[in-house]
């Protein structure tokens, strides 16, 4: 999970997990963990994971270069992501990209 948190901070240190703080200003990514899914388990014991997550884009900006550089840093990695949805909210004016990723450690790495 490390890895995904520096990537992400290299970007933009507007970088937030669950939620942005009130008034944060665009553009900044908010990332979270929704689920684990398929472990391996050694001398009955679960020793590595893959876990599932989002990471959400926001910006003003139809063409955000965040977005792009998140897409590059990610294909550069061993991270496995696909885009899920981009949305226009109408209540704050915000485009909002939707990334859902796969990440494969150690259970010693996650939660921190």
Known sequence: MDELVQLLTAITQNTYHYAAPPNTQPPYIVWQEFSQSDTMDAD????????SGTIDIFSLME?????KQVRESLN??????????????????LIHWEYEFDLVGGL???PK
């Open 44 to 51: 009955g014991e679960q020793d590595q994971y893959a876990v």
């Open 63 to 67: 063409k955000e270069p965040i977005v």
């Open 108 to 110: 010693d790495e996650w």
């Open 76 to 93: 550069d990695s061993e991270i496995a992501f696909s885009l899920k949805s981009v949305q226009y909210e109408q209540d704050t004016g």
